[in-house]
């Protein structure tokens, strides 16, 4: 028997998305986090060797810092436990960006180049080689390639009815996204029944975008919006197919396991 699931992207961005999935269970949607945070393999510095550094900083706090410099990592041409070497060389006065860290291998470079790593001043410098080690979240935390990776129910607004002449409309805040059920009586000119908008468009207000109205929010069963934040070690894309192959793969290995 095979389950027919719906996927449906809200907001698409190569870092942060919006993904609504319809047709799996509340712990089907877990699993599905937790593999994004831990069970996704990325890039981080692991092994610093210093050759000078003249800073006021230690080594060790130095090697904290570099752990958490997002790196690229191509998982179709990497495997875990695969290395890679950086490197980088800084004379004050200056300040050491993510930038200036030279890669062995154009796969594997940091994903911003504006993270400050130490302001040297005149006469320091840092100069020192890294190994960036790929392994998964559930390793060690600088492996999370998903930074942010939480989801909810998708809900639907009804109107129940108009508010009294005299009571005050009162915030009535609300987040995630909800799935439009009341297009006649929104504020939105340009909204239609079925329509999924973020709560963010209105302030995660619903008095804002049913003025006047009282309303009801319901959880649409089976029903999840993810919201996904990578730290650009890869787009939220790959981040969600990736979590969603170990899902698969872990399966199919219960299954083998269990046909013996």
Known sequence: MT???????????????????RGITPAFANGIRRAMIADVPTFSIDTVR?????????????GLRLGLVPLTTD?????VGD?????????????????????????????????????LKDG???????????????EHAKHQGGVAVGYRHLQRVEVVGDKG????????ILRGVIEEGAAA??????AADGDLVPTSDFDNDLSQRYPGKEVEVTDIENAFVFH?????????????????????????????AVQL
């Open 3 to 21: 389950q027919d699931y719906e996927v449906e992207f809200v907001e698409r961005g190569e870092r942060e998305s919006l993904v609504l999935v």
């Open 50 to 62: 210093v050759i000078e550094n003249t800073s006021v900083m230690f080594n060790e706090q130095i």
């Open 75 to 79: 998982l179709d041409d990497f495997e």
């Open 83 to 119: 290395e890679v070497t950086l490197s980088l060389s800084v004379d004050g006065p200056s300040t050491a960006y993510s930038s200036d860290l030279v890669s062995s291998d154009a796969l594997v470079e940091p994903a911003d180049d504006n993270i400050p790593i130490i302001d």
């Open 124 to 138: 320091q410098r840092l100069e020192f080689e890294a190994d960036a080690v790929l392994d998964t979240g559930k």
């Open 165 to 172: 002449e005299f009571e005050d409309d009162e915030p009535q």
């Open 185 to 190: 009586d929104a504020a939105d000119p340009n």
């Open 228 to 256: 996904v934040e990578t730290d650009g070690s890869f787009t939220t894309d790959e981040l969600l197919l990736r979590a969603v192959e170990t899902l698969r793969d872990r399966a199919t290995e219960l299954k083998d």
